[in-house]
């Protein structure tokens, strides 16, 4: 990815015309532009819907990041805005005779964060990831656009990729220093919601005499919602693990959350079988949601191309196997590209 870098030297003896060494800001500027074709045929109904839309799972964004020092730490600023244009997380079919939200063409801000890098940890204020967000979503196949386990890609009827990870909003973090691999991560939200995450990435170099080109990675969260939240959730635990050797690729993704009152927990599981070959990647990927009234089975085949010149391609094929009394079966067709910048 190309970012067009600019530095800007700051100072008081600068500002005031006098000679003297200012200090530098680097700054970088990227961003995507990510779009796809969405057709979803109910089979139940016949009913069939075509739109173009913004992939929600990856939607496009600019993003602005800025680094300097102070006070021997090193302090990063990071913020990234999105532009919600037919956001697939909001525009869905109308399959199910309850309708679609339709999204915004606002420019929302995804991240505005500040964290100061210290040989104890780091520490960042703003809005941005809990520690546990991202959890469920480990991944080495080289289709996350094409096949993932994240909802916001598929109609809203049958959420089978709901994840169970954690959130992103105003929040504190605390992330530990890096021990052969191991990361810890702490955080609390403004509304009293806590995370924990822990990731762990078989690159450290503690390991690199034994992996003989195998590469895995894997990441586990919780988070406990206090009871006044304007959720209904209590707890929430996610996991997940992805393991490559020889352009083989094996994705494992779990996750539950248990509810005030007697609503019965709900969990989800997936699992994904892929192949790279050079900038080309295809997986076929089987999923299972149970939120203890209903229960729907996904499988799905995938195909992207990673271009070393900054623009993806990707499509996808997905069908849906509701076991529930309202729920309908559906088949999903998605074709898209990502142009990053």
């Known amino acids: 990815m190309s970012h067009t870098k600019l530095k800007i030297g700051l100072g008081l003896a600068a500002l005031m015309g006098l000679s003297s060494v200012a200090q530098a800001v680097d700054y970088s500027i990227s961003g995507h532009v990510n779009q796809m074709i969405r057709y979803v045929d109910d089979s139940n109904t016949n009913d069939t819907d075509t739109q ?79 520690a546990a967000r991202f959890t469920q979503r480990q991944d080495l196949s080289g289709t996350e656009l094409a ?17 169970f990870e954690g959130h992103r ?36 170099e503690a390991y690199s005499e034994y992996m003989d080109g195998l590469r895995w990675i894997g990441a586990i969260g919780y988070i406990n919602n206090p009871d006044d939240s304007f959720v209904s959730t209590d707890d929430r635990i996610a996991a997940s693990v992805s393991a490559l050797l020889g352009g083989t690729s094996l994705t494992v993704g779990y996750g539950e959350e248990s509810y005030e009152g007697t609503d019965p927990d709900a969990d989800g599981t997936y ?6 070959f050079g ?63």
Request: glycine share 12%; no cysteine; proline share 1%.
């Open 279 to 341: 900038n080309h990647a295809v997986s076929v990927s089987l999923a299972n949601l149970d939120d203890g009234f209903d229960e729907i089975d996904q499988t799905s085949i995938g195909y992207q191309y990673n271009g070393e010149s900054g623009v993806d391609v990707y499509a996808s094929y997905s069908m849906a196997d509701p076991d529930a009394t309202l729920a309908e079966d559906w088949d999903q067709f998605i074709v898209g590209t990502r142009v990053r910048f």
């Open 169 to 204: 909003g105003n929040r504190v973090r605390y992330d530990a220093p890096s021990i052969a691999g191991f990361n810890l991560s702490l955080s609390a939200d403004s509304d009293g919601a806590t995370e924990v995450g822990l990731t762990w990435d078989s690159e450290a």
């Open 52 to 130: 173009i839309v913004d992939n929600g799972t990856n939607a496009s964004r600019i993003s602005l990041s800025a680094s300097g020092e102070f006070a021997g730490m090193d302090v990063e600023v990071y913020s990234q805005f999105r532009w919600n244009a037919n956001n697939s997380a909001t525009t869905f079919p109308d399959l199910m005779g309850s309708g679609g939200g339709s999204s915004s063409n606002n420019l929302d801000a995804a991240y505005l964060d500040i964290a100061f890098k210290h040989e104890l940890g780091t520490f960042s204020i703003g809005r941005g990831d809990g």
């Open 271 to 276: 699992i994904k079988l892929g192949q790279r």
């Open 147 to 163: 096949d993932n386990f994240d909802v916001r890609r598929y109609s809203t009827g049958d959420d089978i990729r709901v994840g």
